[in-house]
């Protein structure tokens, strides 16, 4: 008696099937096409059992891009599992009396599943460009990191490459925030996407932080509640028994460096993560929730790391030996030149900080005009630094000798090393053995990433050398 509620249509040879398909014409139950849009507002989990809304497309699972035929609204399939290749859904239609009936189906579109409850939040989400993108995009994470910059960014003329290449960028950053990134009337002051790890692609929008507050109209403490308002509503439209999974990041993540953040889950695979530390940063991130939950914990495992870090010693074509892959963190027009670099080394280590988290640690000023720039006192940041070396495996250590016997042995390990010159920290990353040479390393971007200077230079430049070690 069910299968006289079930629409399908099956293009075969059999005779059997071809008078099954013959019966279902007569008796008027073939349904031709769904309007579902696939890959589009996809649920978080895997339901045990799914009810169709309306006319849905099913495909062989042996191909899954021929469609055999239509499911009807009101019917009921149990859900196996998801297709690894196709990322169709598999679901078994039960019949009594005759054998079950196994298919594939696009992922439900939750905006047209519960129309009413979508209709409440659908002028949200068309305020937030953004956003719209990722919960609409067939792939909102996909492999090729260069597909993400070009859908959510634009052409190339409106995004410039701050970390890696335009064939393999790493960090890519939204020349002009005004138009693309407004949503719900706020104008951030930067947004960018952070493809350094590809397990873990991050779009980051800076909403407000205090060290370019004085560039910035935004009253954060009532952003904050607007967008977390928002997100809210947004969430409870679509309907999830999916928890978070940022605990397995957050377990990873330096003790000593709070993290302020409120957490929603929206489908087609977001987790959008609202951090607010009132007087300190704005921050609206979003990533991939099935990539995070993938992600293991770090553990710090002596062997492994001393053979990672001595990988990433190259030798230049000059013959300079130094670190490679170290990240890069723009720090802008704002002082924070020692965050920022703390967080370059603590970043290449593996640990998911961030500049304005390090800079609230080490209590760095703000930025309140364009002459004064702010900054961070040097008995803040060693403070700082020490109290991270309390929740990490690892101990700070000061290098008083300035020659290049005390330097390179740490190089060739493939340590960066925290130089501080007048005004200023940046990192030291390498060494020529022979031509009395230093290779440092500034935090204003990827043509600064890798500098050459005279060991003259280095010595009327040195006041301090501080290194994160193992213990």
Not at 110 to 124: H, K, N, Q, Y
Request: glycine letters at 6%; charged letters at 20%.
């Amino acid at each position: 008696m069910s299968s006289m509620l079930y629409v399908y249509v099956i293009v075969t040879t059999t005779p059997f099937i071809r008078l099954l398909y013959a019966f279902f014409k007569i008796a008027g139950f073939i349904m031709i096409g769904s309007g579902m849009l696939s890959g589009q507002y996809r649920p978080l989990e895997l339901p045990k059992s799914w009810k169709f809304e309306q006319a849905t497309p099913a495909y062989s699972p042996d191909q899954p891009t021929h469609k055999l035929g239509d499911f009807q609204p009101g019917l009921q399939v149990d859900v196996l599992r998801v297709e690894p290749k196709s990322g169709k859904w598999e679901v078994q239609f039960k019949r009594y009396g005759s054998a079950d009936i196994i298919s594939l189906i696009d992922p439900p579109n939750l905006s047209l599943v519960d129309p009413a409850g979508f209709s409440r939040i659908e002028e949200l989400i068309e305020q937030f460009p953004l956003l719209k993108k990722q919960l609409e995009a067939a792939d909102p994470w996909p492999e090729d990191s260069r597909e993400l910059v070009r859908r959510l960014l634009g052409a190339a003329d409106t995004y410039s490459v701050t970390s890696g290449t335009e064939k393999a960028p790493k960090v890519v950053r939204l020349k002009s925030a005004a138009e693309l990134s407004r949503f719900w009337g706020i104008t951030p002051l930067a947004v960018y996407l952070d493809c350094s790890n590809s397990d873990s692609l991050k779009l980051v929008i800076e909403v407000w932080n205090k060290g370019d507050a004085f560039q910035s109209s935004v009253d954060p403490t009532h952003a904050a509640r607007e967008i977390a308002a928002n997100l809210q509503s947004i969430q409870s439209a679509f309907r999830t028994t999916r928890t978070d999974s940022g605990a397995s990041s957050a377990a990873s993540a330096i003790t000593a460096v709070r993290m302020h953040e409120e957490v929603s889950l929206l489908p087609n695979d977001l987790r959008l993560s609202l951090r607010y530390n009132s007087g300190e940063y704005l921050i609206l991130e979003m990533e991939s929730v099935d990539r995070l939950a993938d992600q293991a914990p770090l553990i710090y495992q002596p062997d492994q790391f001393d053979a990672l870090m001595a990988s990433r010693v190259k030798r230049s074509e000059h013959g300079h030996i130094y670190v490679s892959q170290i990240p890069m963190i723009d720090q802008g027009e704002k002082g924070y030149c020692a965050a920022a670099t703390v967080a370059r080394v603590l970043q290449y280590y593996g640990y998911p900080v961030d500049v304005h988290a390090l800079a609230d640690l080490a209590e760095t000023e703000a930025q309140y005009s364009e002459s004064d720039r702010g900054g961070t006192l040097r008995n803040n940041l060693i403070s700082a630094m020490r109290r991270i070396c309390s929740s990490t495996p690892f101990r700070l250590k000061e290098i008083t000798k300035a020659h290049p016997d005390a330097i390179r042995p740490i190089i060739e390990q493939g340590i960066p090393i925290l130089w501080f010159v007048p005004g200023h920290a940046r990192l030291l990353i390498g060494i020529h053995p022979e031509n009395n040479e230093v290779v440092f390393s500034d935090t204003w971007g990827p043509e600064y990433a890798y500098q050459v200077g005279t060991w003259e230079y280095f010595h009327n430049m040195n006041q301090e050398m501080w290194v994160f070690l193992p213990q």
